[in-house]
């Protein structure tokens, strides 16, 4: 599967921004889809994660509240909408996922930046 994200950009904090990710091709089957972050200097950590039936959708606590997760399954698009974003949301965020033979997310998209200004 291919996952291609898009959305980023250069907001001011308080902002809204929504990101994009299709996915293409399907040579197994997929249990979940999500979305990860890695600002600068830190570890890549989980945002947040819906299975690919488009529910159970699960969020970091740092964003709970304030991002949403959705999948078009008509599209084959994954969407993250992020509302009252802060500086701290800064980072490339990547979308990937998780076969269901697998435990853990192993096909992930090129990344698209955030950066949220104060």
């Known amino acids: 599967v291919q996952l291609q994200a898009s959305g980023g950009g250069l907001v001011q904090a308080g902002d809204s921004l929504r990101l994009s990710c299709a996915a293409s091709?399907?040579?197994?089957?997929?249990?979940?889809i999500g979305w990860f972050r890695q600002a600068p200097g830190k570890e890549r950590e989980f945002v947040a994660s819906?299975?690919?039936?488009?529910?159970?959708?699960n969020y970091a606590d740092s964003v709970k509240g304030r991002f949403t997760i959705s999948r078009n399954i008509a599209e084959d698009t994954l969407y993250l909408q992020m509302n009252s974003l802060k500086p701290e949301d800064t980072a490339i965020y990547y979308c990937?996922?998780?076969?269901?033979?697998?435990?853990?997310?192993?096909?992930w998209g090129q990344g698209t930046l955030v950066t949220v200004s104060s």
């Open positions: 990937a996922v998780r076969p269901s033979s697998m435990n853990r997310y192993t096909t």
């Open positions: 091709g399907r040579p197994y089957t997929i249990y979940a």
């Open positions: 819906i299975s690919w039936s488009g529910r159970n959708p």
